[in-house]
C-alpha cells in the first residue's frame, strides 16, 4: 500500500550501521529524511551517500535527520562504507538501514515491480514531527536525486507550516512568498507588517515573513 501525504509514516524496529533504530523514537521532535538505495556498492549510490553526509550542516541547521536503506545485508553496508569516505571524500555520518528481507521497502512500497522486482527504486520521503509525510519524490534507479532541491523543500515546507503562506515557481529561501487564499486582505494586513503587492484577488505577494 502507498504511503501517501498527510499519512502518518509506518513505524519500524531495524538494525542500521549506527545500531538498532526504531524510527519514531529516532526521530523524536525533529524533521526527517528516509531515502532508499537500489543496491550497495553501486556507482550512483555511492556519489549520492558522499553528498549526503557533506550536507550535515545543513541537515542540522533545520532540525532534519536522515537515514538511509539499502535491501543489502549490515555487513555489506560496513564494507561499503569504506569505500564512500575513499571515492567521496566524507565518512558516513547518519545511520544506513539494511533491510535484506525487505520489510521497510514493502511498508513503503520501494519496491516497483515494473522497474526492477527485487531492487528498491530511488524513494525519498521528508516526514514532519509530527511525524506525518509532507513530501513523497521517487526517482529512478538510473538518476541521482538533488538534494539542492530537497533542502529547498525542507525550506518551504518549515516555512508554510508556521506562516500562512506558500511559496511560488521556484522559490528559493529569502524570496518572496505568496498569501494563502483563506486569508483576507484584511487580516494579511495585520499579518504581514511588511506588506503584500495584490496582483489578483487570489494572487497576493509579500516578502518572506521569518526573514
Given at each position: 500500500m502507498a504511503v501517501r501525504l498527510g499519512d502518518v509514516a509506518p513505524d519500524?524496529?531495524?538494525?542500521?550501521?549506527?545500531?538498532?533504530?526504531?524510527?519514531?523514537?529516532?526521530?523524536?521532535?525533529?524533521?526527517?529524511?528516509?531515502?532508499?538505495?537500489?543496491?550497495?556498492?553501486?556507482?550512483?549510490?555511492?556519489?549520492?551517500l558522499g553528498v549526503v553526509?557533506?550536507?550535515?550542516?545543513?541537515?542540522?541547521?533545520?532540525?532534519?535527520?536522515v537515514i538511509g536503506l539499502s535491501v543489502d545485508p549490515l555487513a555489506d553496508h560496513e564494507k561499503w562504507k569504506g569505500d564512500i569516505e575513499e571515492t567521496q571524500g566524507t565518512a558516513l555520518n547518519f545511520p544506513l538501514i539494511a533491510d535484506p528481507d525487505r520489510k521497510v521497502s514493502d511498508l513503503y512500497d520501494m519496491i516497483h515491480p515494473n522497474a526492477n522486482d527485487t531492487l528498491t527504486v530511488r524513494s525519498v520521503f521528508v516526514?514532519?514531527?509530527?511525524?506525518?509525510?509532507?513530501?513523497?519524490?521517487?526517482?529512478?534507479?538510473?538518476?541521482?536525486?538533488?538534494?539542492?532541491?530537497?533542502l529547498r523543500v525542507i525550506d518551504s515546507l518549515q516555512l508554510t507550516a508556521n506562516h500562512s503562506v506558500a511559496t511560488p515557481v521556484n522559490?528559493?529561501?529569502?524570496?518572496?512568498?505568496?498569501?494563502?487564499?483563506?486569508?483576507?486582505?484584511?487580516?494579511?494586513?495585520?499579518?504581514?507588517?511588511?506588506?503584500?503587492?495584490?496582483?489578483?484577488?487570489?494572487?497576493?505577494?509579500?516578502?518572506?515573513?521569518?526573514?
Open positions: 519500524f524496529e531495524v538494525d542500521t550501521t549506527q545500531g538498532k533504530v526504531k524510527f519514531h523514537d529516532w526521530l523524536g521532535s525533529s524533521w526527517g529524511v528516509l531515502f532508499s538505495h537500489p543496491k550497495d556498492f553501486t556507482p550512483v549510490c555511492t556519489t549520492e553526509a557533506k550536507l550535515k550542516p545543513e541537515w542540522e541547521k533545520r532540525n532534519v535527520k516526514i514532519g514531527p509530527d511525524k506525518k509525510v509532507k513530501l513523497t519524490i521517487t526517482y529512478p534507479a538510473s538518476t541521482g536525486r538533488n538534494f539542492d532541491e530537497i522559490w528559493k529561501d529569502g524570496d518572496d512568498c505568496i498569501i494563502v487564499p483563506a486569508l483576507s486582505d484584511a487580516d494579511a494586513e495585520k499579518k504581514f507588517p511588511k506588506g503584500f503587492k495584490k496582483l489578483k484577488p487570489y494572487l497576493r505577494i509579500t516578502p518572506q515573513p521569518n526573514k
